[in-house]
């Protein structure tokens, strides 16, 4: 599929399908480079299987996790969570997604409090019955402690555009598409890695552009506390749907 968008000019295409006319309009480019797909190794299936149980296993395994100890992470763990999280596709490659990683205690203190004076809102005023209801078994409130005992607090923005040189703006495509993806390697980077981290959208988040000084060409996505569980750490008894529930096999 082409990654169009609904911005794109309209194709010009009436020629041959031989060389059709649209190509034309790129020419003025250098060409495209490639190279050969570097680091690839064709297995057997007995061993595609037993690496996808065993990947599924340990997925299956992962728990939004609340209740955080407050030892120390090392700073290489995030940085290879980020890493892994910038390993993602993204629209024409644009990799629009930006990590702030704080453990400045002060910071996550300043962001907790703007956090739960935010959240306090929402529960207080801004919930719908509907929503209320909705997170109800998950057990939460306006209490945000992960955001101070967390070792790490790590803010995803995603770039809704670039800002060239000259301040005028460079379109990204499927922008929440890619940062959602970049964010879920995230997830399951911290996940193998032994860690556990909470998927956390503080509603409203524009107070973090603000504290943390990014640019108005960025959108806080999600905050995700990163460290070890409490020892007496719980999580919501729930179950994931089967896979017929979830798949269709052709039409
Ligand atoms: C986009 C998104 C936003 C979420 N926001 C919050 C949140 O603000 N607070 C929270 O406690 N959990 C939040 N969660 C975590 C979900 O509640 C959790 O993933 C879900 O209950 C399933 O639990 P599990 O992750 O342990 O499988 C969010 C998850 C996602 C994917």
């Given amino acids: 599929m082409p990654e169009a968008h609904p911005d794109a000019p ?19 480019l250098p060409e495209p480079r490639f190279v050969p797909l570097p680091g690839y190794t064709r297995v057997g ?11 599924y296993a340990t997925m299956d395994r992962r728990r939004t996790t609340r209740h955080f100890a407050t030892d ?14 910038g390993t993602a596709p993204s629209g024409a490659h644009r990799q629009p997604w930006r990590f702030v990683a704080i453990d400045d205690p002060a910071l996550k203190a300043k962001i907790r ?62 922008v929440d598409e890619s940062v959602g993806i970049a964010a879920g390697l995230f997830i399951a980077a911290i996940h ?8 956390h959208t503080p509603n409203p988040m524009g ?6 000084g990014r640019g108005t060409n960025e959108k806080a996505v999600l905050v995700l506390p990163v460290g070890y569980p409490r020892p007496d750490a719980r999580v919501p008894d729930l179950q994931r749907l089967p896979l017929d529930a979830i798949v269709q096999w052709n039409a």
């Fill in 10 to 28: 309209r194709s010009t295409d009436a020629a041959s399908p031989a060389e059709p006319a649209y190509k034309a309009l790129t020419n003025h």
């Fill in 45 to 55: 299936e007995a061993q595609m299987l037993a690496s996808a149980e065993a990947f």
């Fill in 72 to 85: 120390p992470v090392p700073r290489r763990l995030i940085e290879l969570a980020i890493l892994t999280a």
């Fill in 113 to 174: 409090a703007a956090a739960e004076e935010e959240e306090l809102k929402t529960y207080r005023d801004r919930m719908t019955d509907e929503w209320r209801e909705a997170l109800h078994p998950l057990g939460t409130d306006h209490v945000k402690e992960h955001l101070t005992d967390a070792p790490w607090v790590v803010v995803l923005f995603a770039e809704k555009f670039g800002l060239r040189a000259d301040g005028s703006h460079r379109k990204n495509y499927y």
């Fill in 192 to 199: 193998t890695m032994g860690l556990v981290t909470l998927t």
């Fill in 207 to 212: 107070f973090l552009r603000e504290v943390l």
